[in-house]
């Protein structure tokens, strides 16, 4: 039944994210945890970055130029849109190239 | 940057929350697409979306639902791959101020999507309730507005857009990790490690069999664990 399909997705996604917020009201004293924490989303994004990000499009090479794009303008300190988008263009354009050249 | 006053307003959190809301829009379209193509009613795929507001837990998800999967599956499925969300609330409560009461945090958790939580965390300071009602606002539309368009469009869109499409998250990623890692050789490392980390599991027989979900999770403990060893940081979240 896809209601229930859909009610355990949501319900089981809720509470991974309520639970530890609910929970933990406090702020942390230990040093070793508020390092911990501090890097945990740096850690989280880039794993989930790469390799994730060189298989994202239809072609490696154009995932390649997309990445390198991507990392130029972040390491500019451009906006997330600027990125996001920039490298969205240079994948589409690397891609007619390679059609172009039938690879 | 702005003062407490400023930024910690319904309104920054609006601006703060437009580029990841666009972002969305692209993926959640992509998710749209997909979710009809598998055979699902558009409006099934908004709901989904609504409810859910997690990448790679609907992406799994409607395989799970097509594939007829039993439901003990598909809530231990949503669990490992949405677990990292439990590491991104837990370190969201240490910047919370007094504003967060039990209520707001069952209402406001719903909304700690990665990009959501690494914008939050960037703030140099401790965020209020109406900030993150802000932040989270755009997103959760764009969210749900991309899976209706990319749903109602279905296949319309040609391959080379939706191909092009697919890495803008990621090129969002960068630009949320790469400017704090400039200023911070530690930070640099922590990313360097996790990305080599999760490279070995990805590409090593046998270790590639593990979910995403799992990845991300022994890479963020791993990393940012050595980081915390390694690179204690005194000045957080004051």
């Known amino acids: 039944m896809i209601f229930i399909h859909i009610l355990i997705m949501a319900t089981v996604t809720y509470m991974v994210r309520m639970l530890p917020m609910v929970i933990f009201k406090k702020k942390i004293e230990s040093d070793f945890i508020k390092s911990f924490l501090y890097y945990v989303p740096y850690a989280v994004l880039g794993s989930m970055t790469f390799p994730a990000i060189l298989t994202a499009t239809s072609s490696t090479y154009s995932a390649i130029a997309g990445t390198i794009v991507a990392v130029l303008l972040a390491f500019m300190e451009k906006s997330l849109l600027t990125v996001a988008l920039s490298s969205c263009l240079v994948v589409y354009i690397t891609e007619w190239i390679l059609r172009l050249l039938n690879l | 940057m702005d003062t407490d006053n400023i930024s910690n307003s319904f309104i920054s959190g609006i601006k703060d929350g437009i580029p990841i ?106 965020i209020d ?8 606002t755009v997103p959760y539309w764009g969210w749900a507005m991309g899976t209706l368009l990319g749903a109602a469009a279905g296949s319309i869109l040609p391959e080379s857009v939706s191909s092009a499409m697919n890495i803008a998250i990621y090129g969002m990623f960068l630009a949320i ?22 490279f070995i599991l990805h590409y090593t027989p046998y270790l590639n069999r593990l979910s995403e979900g799992f990845v991300i999770i022994i890479c963020a403990l791993a990393a940012s664990g050595l980081g915390a060893l390694f690179f204690p940081v005194k000045e957080v979240a004051e």
Not at chain 2, 129 to 136: A, D, N, P, V
Not at chain 2, 179 to 197: D, E, G, M
Request: proline residues 4%; contains cysteine.
């Open chain 2, 177 to 198: 990790i790469i400017p704090p890692a400039k200023k911070s050789r530690s930070v640099l490392c922590v990313i360097i490690l996790s990305v080599t980390i999760s």
């Open chain 2, 129 to 136: 309730t109406k900030y993150m009602y802000g932040l989270i």
């Open chain 2, 21 to 126: 809301g666009l972002g969305y829009l692209s993926v959640s379209f992509t998710f749209g697409i997909m979710a009809v193509n598998s055979g699902l009613p558009v409006w099934i795929a908004v709901l989904i979306s609504m409810t859910n507001l997690t990448s790679a837990g609907q992406f799994a998800g409607i395989s799970l639902i097509n594939a007829g999967a039993p439901y003990i599956e598909m809530a231990l499925a949503q669990l490992v791959i949405n677990l990292r969300y439990s590491l991104m609330s837990l370190s969201l409560t240490q910047k919370t101020d007094k504003s967060f009461s039990t209520l707001h945090r069952l209402i406001l958790s719903f909304g700690i999507t990665d990009e959501v939580f690494a914008v939050a965390s960037g703030k140099p300071h401790d």
